[in-house]
């Protein structure tokens, strides 16, 4: 059993649980807008938000970045004899994190978790061992697995990719990879299963082979998804959308292309996307956008909740803070329905000069505080009913006669013409309104 359950160590002694103490509260290590048990419409916050912590970025990552080196040093590494030994520990913090931050789920890669070893088998035994001690946590904290993941980008026999990679040796490899944490995850009892294509893309097409890659990409997926249902699993998968970095472009450029590979391979019926706010504005769009556009073709699933910044072109990966971001966010996520299977994970890191053992806490506190505020405001604005009683009405002109036959498909092309010919007139000079919404949004945003 883990040294924080056994008493024999703690990673973060200084902190206790994470309470709830309101909005003046000027305690950093407390929660000032997410209450868990707080009813909001017919849910309780914890239910609506269902908060993931990446294990990757959390326990991981130590500062490290193309200009310098290690500013975190982790104690559960600096202490650790072995790798084996660094990841036992590693988990120890983990759960002890999770528990005392009050989140009910966590997501990781297999080599997060595991390091890799000298052969597959190797690999995997790490790999098991360490699911077996996760097991024992989870049941001992009552956290659940939102979702497993295998690392294909790291190794440099991925660099070419992995999938979609010229050789056939490494994409057997990434498959041998693949069903590995797909076994550690239905071992935890995931509830998801998500593929990221890293590497899946191209740096130059005059190397690249496109229409075979997307071939190998799409009966990939699909046969991993056979293997992952053959087994028993029951969760979604996902397939998480980036336009580039690490590669120039990459296949799964954001949800509308997604959506596309999913049909023309098959896979629209398992697969669901997992919608990170970064690559949403890396990929020209705002995190609205993605949102709606994944509820609107019915593959809305789950999210990564971590920001950019909006100067900067890349994956900064920030915790989020922004209340319009957030109420944005959770306006498009509560008029899709909700969660259900999926949850906010906090793909985020802290910054490389936040070095204080606290600064993970108040990241996610303020990450988990934003969002719970998103989700007031959005259910503010879902219940007074204006903004969307506004576009209701916009549209109502296909509710009834003439417009409500067209959508159900009664009318031919030249009825409609014949309709148009006789419409002429007034039609379409009508006031869309951007600024009154926008300001009554605001209105919201102060609780009024
Ligand atoms: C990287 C991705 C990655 C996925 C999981 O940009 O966000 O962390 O979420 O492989
Ligand atoms: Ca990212
Ligand atoms: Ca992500």
Redesign the pocket.
């Known amino acids: 059993m883990a040294d924080y359950y056994t008493g024999k160590k703690e990673y973060f002694p200084k902190i206790g649980k994470i309470k709830y103490e309101g909005p003046r509260s000027a305690n950093p290590l407390a929660f000032k807008y997410y209450n868990p048990e707080k009813l909001v419409g017919k849910k309780k916050m914890k239910d609506h938000l269902r908060f993931a912590v990446?294990y990757?970025?959390s326990f991981c990552a130590d500062g490290t970045d193309p200009f310098g080196s290690v500013t975190h040093p982790h104690p559960w590494v600096t202490d650790g004899k072995t790798p084996m030994d660094i990841a036992e520990h590693r988990m120890d913090a983990a759960f002890e994190f999770f528990t005392k931050l009050g989140v009910g789920f966590y997501?990781f890669?297999d080599r997060d978790m595991a390091p890799e070893g000298s052969s597959p088998a190797e690999s995997e035994k790490n790999l098991f061992t360490m699911v077996a001690r996760a097991k024992k946590l989870q049941k001992a904290t009552g956290i659940k697995l939102l979702w497993g993941?295998a690392?294909l980008?790291s190794n440099p026999r991925y660099m070419n990719g992995a999938a979609t990679n010229p050789e056939f040796d490494v994409l057997a490899i990434a498959a041998n990879q693949v069903k590995s944490a797909i076994d550690a995850t239905i071992e935890l009892g995931g509830q998801g299963y998500?593929f990221?294509g890293?590497r899946e893309g191209y740096m130059t097409l005059l190397n690249t082979d496109l229409k075979r890659e997307k071939d190998h990409i799409g009966r990939f997926l699909g046969l991993a998804r056979d293997y992952a249902r053959k087994q028993g699993f029951k969760g979604i998968f996902y397939v998480?959308p980036?336009p580039m970095?690490p590669t120039k472009h990459q296949y799964d450029y954001d949800v509308e292309t997604v959506a596309l590979f999913l049909k023309n391979y098959g896979l629209e019926k398992d697969f669901r996307v997992?919608i990170?706010a970064?690559?949403a504005e890396l990929a020209g769009h705002d995190f609205f956008h993605e949102l709606e556009t994944a509820a609107a073709l019915g593959i809305f699933g789950s999210v990564?909740a971590?920001r950019g910044d909006f100067i900067n072109g890349w994956?900064t990966?920030q915790f989020p803070w922004s209340y319009y971001e957030t109420a944005l966010a959770m306006y498009a996520i509560l008029k899709a329905g909700g969660l259900s299977a999926g949850g906010l994970?906090f793909?985020a890191k802290i910054r490389r000069n936040s070095v204080d053992p606290a600064d993970l806490f108040i990241a996610h506190i303020g990450g988990m505080d934003a969002f719970a505020a998103g989700l007031e405001i959005a259910n503010r604005v879902i219940k007074d009913g204006v903004i969307p009683g506004f576009v209701k009405k916009r549209y109502g002109s296909f509710s009834t006669g003439s417009g409500a036959k067209f959508e159900k498909g009664q009318l031919s092309f030249t009825d409609l013409a014949k309709l148009g010919g006789e419409k002429y007139g007034k039609a379409g000079i009508t006031s869309g309104r951007q600024e009154y919404l926008e300001s009554v949004f605001n209105q919201y945003l102060l609780g009024l």
């Open positions: 990446a990757w970025h997501c890669h993941t690392n980008f998500t990221w890293g998480e980036k970095e997992n990170e970064n690559h990564d971590n994956d990966d994970n793909d």
